[in-house]
């Protein structure tokens, strides 16, 4: 894969880990890593949404990423998350794993949340 014509992907702002210990299939919101009890815990996850295709090519882009990433050795699946696909992979993956997907073209947006005070 040299580059993804268009292709941004959103960071999801929040962490999840896999539902009920089914890793792969679904998965649900979970505490910020640094606030949780449990350390060196390997279960956070990041998800990343694409912005720059329709629904029905979105899957298709996905999965070639996907498939780059598994690749480079980096473990990662594909859930659909509130009717989109999105990729979720091992929070201390991320850095690598955007950098490598910054590398071959894909723009990474930063999630800016909406504030009602301006």
């Known amino acids: 894969m040299s580059t993804m014509k268009l292709s941004v992907l ?6 999840y880990h ?11 919101p979970a505490l910020l890593p640094e606030l949780s009890a449990e350390t060196g815990n390997d279960d956070s ?28 050795g980096i473990e990662n699946s594909i859930i659909e998350n509130e009717g989109e ?7 201390q993956d991320e850095p690598i794993a955007l950098c490598r997907l910054k590398n071959i073209g894909i723009a990474i947006a930063d999630f800016i949340p909406v504030n009602s005070s301006f």
Do not use: T
């Open 18 to 28: 896999w539902y009920a210990g089914e890793i792969g299939s679904r998965v649900e």
């Open 85 to 91: 696909p999105c990729l979720f992979i091992n929070s």
């Open 45 to 72: 996850l990041v998800g990343l949404k694409l912005l720059s295709y329709p629904d029905h090519q979105a899957w298709a882009v996905m999965h070639k990423i996907s498939q780059y990433l598994n690749g480079i």
């Open 10 to 15: 959103q960071r999801l702002p929040q962490f």
